[in-house]
């Protein structure tokens, strides 16, 4: 059992201060009674909102585009956090970031509730394209590129996957990887003496940043969901 205003939020009807609105309007029925008082216990069956019935959010999958100085990461005492981004009623939807962008890092960022596709994703077997757009310092050259082709082993002993480096011209670079360890196209990058220092991500697998503006979010539709 739980409160109705946290169910209405869970199920994605609202944000806290709209569920209460809503409430108050008299547009919410329990077992066919209007139900204005958000704190009375739910076990969630037979809830109504405007005559339709309500049902706990399913899968859901939200794209932010990430801004510069902020870590992904749920939670962090010390710093700003991508869930900061997040509508309120979306914080209800139990999300997590699907992989994750540094904190100087911009772009495509994902969330999801669907444990399932969250590692689908992030997995190298799977073999999910992540594409970046990088501004760095030289130019790279074919010996760069085949370095990368052939899959580089960083100064650590990290062995990257197979990756596609693609010059746009002097000093910009499109990075396509298949996976996501640590730093590692600023990392890649820096390996071959192009220092990065501006990074975006602007696709994975299918799906494009598009023209999103920079801090907002949008939920896929379900279309998008499957592309993925």
């Not at 991500?201 to 920079?214: I, M, T, V, W, Y």
């Amino acid at each position: 059992m739980e409160r109705l205003d946290k169910f209405l939020c869970d199920a994605g009807i609202g944000s806290r201060s709209q569920v209460k609105g809503i409430l108050k309007a008299g547009r919410v029925t329990v077992g066919g009674s209007v139900i204005r008082d958000g704190s009375i216990k739910t076990d969630g069956k037979n809830i109504c909102l405007d005559g339709d019935p309500v049902g706990k959010k399913g899968r859901a999958v939200v794209m932010l585009n990430k801004p510069a100085g902020y870590v992904t990461a749920r939670s962090d005492d010390a710093q700003k956090t991508v869930m900061e981004l997040l509508p309120e009623e979306m914080r209800a939807w139990e999300l997590h970031p699907i992989g994750r962008l540094d904190k100087e890092t911009e772009g495509l960022l994902l969330f999801t509730n669907d444990g399932e596709l969250l590692h689908r994703l992030i997995s190298p077997k799977k073999g999910v394209q992540k594409i970046y757009y990088a501004r760095h310092e030289g130019e790279a050259t074919l010996e760069d590129i085949e370095a990368f082709r052939a899959g580089l082993t960083l100064r650590d002993g990290t062995v990257c996957l197979p990756a596609v480096l693609t010059p746009l011209g002097a000093g910009e670079s499109q990075i396509t990887v298949c996976e996501g360890k640590y730093h590692q196209v600023r990392r890649m990058m820096a390996s071959r003496g192009l220092h990065v220092t501006y990074l975006e991500r602007r696709q994975e697998g299918k799906l494009l940043l598009g023209d999103l503006p920079r801090g907002a979010v949008r939920e896929l539709s379900e279309a998008e969901i499957l592309a993925l």
